[in-house]
DNA sequence: GATAATGTAACACAAAATATTACAGGAGGA
DNA sequence: TCCTCCTGTAATATTTTGTGTTACATTATC
């Protein structure tokens, strides 16, 4: 048997960190404005990864209207309250999810056959329901419930 | 801002094609079962996945309880009543989700910077929460249940 | 005007997913 | 029994995605 024997590394199909960094970001923000420039360099340090990687993940903060970003020595500086801003809106500031959705689906199921003609039918909407609610889940935090330690999310 | 230019590709985050996979070939178990010798080449046929690939999600579907496999000419059998297999029983047995979680955390926060020492204690219960929760809504459907053009799964 | 920071290209590298080839070994049928 | 078909799985290649690094033009503040 010995399924692990076979599949070489970990096989782990995650969301990208880049949304961890997103947030991390995010909370430096809440943290430090006003108190220091916070820029790209300041980040990194903190969070521990290449400051340019942060520079794109700020560049997308900023798409997504989050945050604002001053050239010289200024630093980025929140574009709204951080406080009402959900991991939802950060989720999708830094994942393109959008294009392809959560599920991979396998591209070229056999029309010829009674299964493979009918697959899309039978899982394209329960599969959509399904990251639906996920995202639900994601709007539903804010980055203020983060700090109280037990955020009421249902389990 | 022209995000996408410097951002290569697609970005997509995604549940590998091997959970849409095996849900196809559960799905030709179900419908071509007793008829025919259901081998990896004739799945492979349906799904337009190579033989192999097949083969070893049939491991993984067998090594979850799933289905059984007869050398020789038999080709993959169920191994229980697939009418009761949720979308999760699905998930896991193809994923191995179970050692990292959904998130990928980026892996070296600086424990001296007041934001990165605490970034963890910050995110970690509400990922795990919306995790499980994702998970549970795939406990919620079976196979048998996706036959049912509108499943209920409140949105 | 000097300095420091951003924006982003270009490229390198690592990790993960999938494809392909190959072949040993078991089961069933002739 | 022997042949054939199919599985299990190794080895390897290819593709895709994510991340790191260097470089530099641009722009805002000091």
């Known amino acids: 048997m010995q399924v692990q024997i076979f599949l070489r590394g970990a096989e782990i199909l995650q ?3 880049r949304f ?3 947030v991390h970001i995010l ?4 943290y430090f404005e006003g108190e220091a420039s916070i820029t790209s360099e300041f980040l990194s340090g903190s969070i521990g990864v ?3 990687i942060i520079r794109r993940i700020i560049s997308q903060l900023k798409s997504a209207g989050l945050v604002k970003v001053g050239r010289g020595r200024i630093g980025v500086l929140s574009a709204r309250n951080l406080d009402d801003v959900t991991l939802y809106d950060v989720y999708s500031a830094v994942e393109a999810v959008s294009s392809g959705g959560l599920f991979h689906f396998h591209p070229n199921p056999n029309p010829k056959c009674p299964v493979g ?3 899309h039918a039978l899982l394209d909407d329960t599969l959509r329901k399904i990251q639906r609610s996920f995202e639900d889940r994601m709007r539903s935090v804010t980055l203020k ?3 109280s330690v037990t955020v009421d999310i249902t389990e």
């Open 15 to 17: 969301i990208s960190s």
């Open 20 to 22: 961890t960094i997103a």
């Open 27 to 30: 909370e430096c923000i809440r």
């Open 50 to 52: 290449n400051a340019v």
């Open 117 to 119: 003609k009918n697959i």
């Open 145 to 147: 419930d983060l700090q």
